[in-house]
């Protein structure tokens, strides 16, 4: 059985947006909120969300600005752009389309 960590291209992106899109968090937060609604199954390195940080950042989709965290730490906090916002609908819409496009072919019965 292959991993459930091991996400299809593109998909921690559309994660991260969707996390942060309802509320700003930090880098750890992020992870954290991604395992806990996840159920433990989605897990993301820092080797992972940090880049995918840095690109969306760049990309203009999300901005981040640094606060003191809930336990009084320097943390970068990351929130969604207007562009980012609009990027985010067109991913999940195509995510929801490619999903039910695999749940057709997986449901399939055999002959």
């Not at 942060?20 to 968090?25: C, D, T």
């Not at 940080?53 to 320097?74: D, F, M, P, V, Y």
């Not at 389309?97 to 072919?105: D, E, G, K, M």
């Amino acid at each position: 059985m292959s991993k459930p960590s091991d996400l299809v291209q593109g998909t921690l992106d559309l994660l991260i947006l969707k996390i942060i899109a309802l509320e700003p968090r930090h880098a750890w937060a992020i992870g954290q909120r991604l395992k806990q609604v996840s159920g433990d199954v989605l897990q993301v390195s820092d080797g992972s969300l940090y880049p995918a940080l840095h690109k969306l950042e760049q990309e203009g989709w999300i901005t981040a600005e640094w606060k003191l965290s809930e336990n009084n730490r320097r943390a970068k906090y990351y929130r969604l752009t207007s562009p980012g916002r609009r990027h985010l609908d067109r991913e999940a819409a195509n995510w929801d389309r490619l999903a039910t496009a695999i749940s057709y072919v997986v449901k399939l019965k055999e002959a």
